[in-house]
Every structure is written in structure tokens, then in C-alpha cells.
């Protein structure tokens, strides 16, 4: 999944957090999303302080 491997590396700071950043969180999002309407065992699942930290800078960078 490189879109795992990507937000990671940019948490870790391995790399910058770029427009490939915040596609990867946006994809991840998308299949989070995708998880919870499926079944309700994934309602509960979220993501962590960092990478919701990151999902907003996607949404600011997306409106701006």
C-alpha cells in the first residue's frame, strides 16, 4: 500500500508532506469511509491525532 508507506514517511518526516501526502491521506480516508459503511465492527476505527492533523492541511490545501 504505497499510500500507507507515504503518510508514514511524512509523519516520520522521511520525506515532505507534499500534494503526494495529501492524496495518500485522502485515498486512506476514502477507504476508511468505504470500511465503516460496509460494516458497523469499523465505526469506531479512526485515524490518529497526526494524521487527522495532516487531513486537515489536505482540506486547506485542496480549498486554497
Avoid: C, Y
Avoid at 20 to 29: E, G, N
Amino acid at each position: 500500500m504505497d499510500s500507507v508507506r507515504i503518510v508514514a514517511a511524512s509523519l516520520a518526516g522521511e520525506r515532505p508532506v507534499d500534494e503526494q501526502t495529501h492524496t495518500a491521506v485522502a485515498i486512506l480516508s476514502d477507504r476508511l469511509e468505504r470500511l465503516k459503511q460496509s460494516s458497523s465492527l469499523f465505526a469506531e476505527i479512526g485515524f490518529s491525532p497526526h494524521v487527522k492533523k495532516l487531513q486537515k492541511q489536505a482540506e486547506a490545501f485542496v480549498m486554497g
